[in-house]
């Protein structure tokens, strides 16, 4: 092993390699230095595990696909063929060109932020947004924080610290991504009150829990998840009249937060901003990129007494939405706005694609892999804690080979490995690609990678 140790090459040795040298003339001189004691520093853990000395060639390998795993970002585009629809590892919401042109032209340049152009004088970020908020969803006042998770967390801690909120035990539920109804609440300083059981939650309980304690009643939005059989909830209608009765507010985190009626695209209701706004919720939390299909952010809508303790708190500094993503929502919401966010945003282009439409793209893609592919019925689910149990029948690419059953794994893996990454999901054996979810104007993409697939590895 001394010898091993021995034969290990010099740091300017290695500097010295003609490969290295060239990339001294892109980079400083200091960064390969680093790179490559950090490599020999590899190289002699490895000789001390037992492994022979690795040759001058491989070293300088080594620490080149450093240098390109630095510079080249490992987060990239991928194509969403997975039949999600808001997938979360995928980044959620694609936006629409009207909000990525917006969020492009605020990043390259100063803007009027904080900065009222009439006076001259300092502003506030949120006029941009609340004017529009206030007109689509009929509330009085509106705040944007960084996501929902944080609107929740400000809400709580501004109006419910060392105070009593009252919640159905059905509803103190995880969102995923370590989102706990129960941990938000203690992080805020407010105590969880859970009332009924887990699959039945009454007024009555609601109402024997108030107390001089209590700061709120709240609804969550049991997003991701739907009890069957004997349950009850109750409706928010009446649990907004019970809070008004005792001169409480009412908080609904809607989770997904939704403006347009889920029922008419023939899926199960998604309740909507605007009836949680009317039905008298003191405040109503919501996400900015799921079923509104914006950027990252937290939608907060209400009352304006409660709006102004909000805005006050420091909470509310530390979780303020950046001026790239608020330039994207804002563009977002006109698309509702003008009422043409099935025609320009892209969750919503997807969820009211026809079927005819989607089996003729899952045509044109299943044609590429000749008779390893078929075109089959399957279903797209939303995602993004929203609608649950909901779907929408879309037509699916189903990829295998039935006397092997390997090649679905195979073929999702070389997919994944292509310059432009197609993610699908495998279900028995097949890799399943639904085109619901990949806009129409990444078909080309998508093709160019399925013919990729077939140089190669294709199986008559
Ligand atoms: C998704 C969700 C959240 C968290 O929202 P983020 O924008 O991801 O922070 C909170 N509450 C509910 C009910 C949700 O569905």
Redesign the pocket.
């Known amino acids: 092993m001394e010898t091993e140790f021995r034969r290990l090459p010099s740091v300017d040795r290695v500097l010295a390699a003609e490969r290295l040298k060239q990339l001294g003339e892109t980079y400083p001189h200091n960064l390969l230095v680093n790179l490559v004691r950090q490599q020999l520093e590899r190289e002699r853990l490895s000789i001390a595990a037992g492994n022979p000395v690795a040759s001058l060639a491989k070293i300088v390998d080594s620490v080149f696909a450093q240098i390109q795993s630095l510079e080249n970002p490992s987060l990239r585009p991928v194509i969403n063929a997975t039949g999600v629809i808001l997938h979360t590892n995928l980044g959620r919401a694609s936006l629409s060109q009207e909000a990525s042109a917006a969020m492009d032209t605020v990043a390259k340049g100063y803007s009027n932020l904080e900065f009222d152009l009439s006076s001259g004088t300092r502003g506030s970020r949120q006029v941009h947004i609340e004017p529009l908020l206030c007109q689509l969803t009929g509330a009085e006042a509106a705040l944007v924080v960084n996501?929902?998770?944080?609107a929740?967390l400000l809400g709580l801690t501004a109006l419910a610290r060392r105070k009593e909120v009252i919640v159905s035990r059905g509803q103190a539920v995880e969102?995923g991504?370590g989102?706990r109804i129960p941990d938000v609440m203690r992080q805020s300083g407010a105590k969880l009150i859970e009332v009924g059981t887990t699959n039945c939650t009454y007024l009555s309980d609601y109402e024997l829990a108030i107390s001089p304690r209590t700061a709120a009643l709240m609804r969550?939005?049991s997003?991701?998840f739907r009890l069957m059989g004997f349950t009850n909830e109750v409706a928010f209608e009446d649990l907004a009249a019970l809070a008004n009765r005792n001169n409480l507010p009412v908080f609904d985190?809607?989770?997904?937060g939704c403006f347009l009626d889920t029922t008419k695209f023939g899926l199960v209701p998604e309740p909507m901003v605007q009836q949680s706004v009317a039905l008298g919720a003191g405040l109503t939390?919501f996400?900015?990129?799921?079923l509104v299909g914006g950027p990252?952010a937290?939608i907060i809508v209400g009352k304006r007494q409660f709006m102004d303790k909000l805005r006050k708190h420091p909470l509310a500094r530390a979780v303020r939405i950046d001026k790239v993503r608020l330039a994207g929502l804002i563009a977002t919401l006109v698309h509702y706005l003008k009422d043409e966010a099935t025609t320009k945003i892209p969750v919503w282009r997807m969820i009211s694609a026809p079927v005819a439409e989607i089996d003729q793209r899952a045509r044109q893609w299943a044609q590429v892999l000749g008779n390893l592919a078929q075109v089959v019925e399957g279903e797209t689910m939303i995602g993004?804690?929203?609608l649950p149990g909901g779907t929408l029948p879309t037509r699916l690419v189903a990829i295998g080979d039935k006397k092997d059953r390997n090649v679905a794994q195979v073929l999702s893996q070389k997919l994944r490995s292509q310059e432009i990454p197609v993610i699908g999901r495998i279900s028995e054996d097949r890799l399943l690609l639904d085109p619901r979810s990949v806009l129409p104007e990444e078909d080309e993409m998508v093709l160019k990678a399925l013919r990729n697939l077939t140089s190669g590895s294709r199986r008559a």
């Open positions: 996501n929902n998770a944080s929740v969102i991504g989102f969550v939005h997003s991701n985190d809607l989770g997904s939390f996400s900015g990129d799921k990252q937290g993004g804690g929203s």
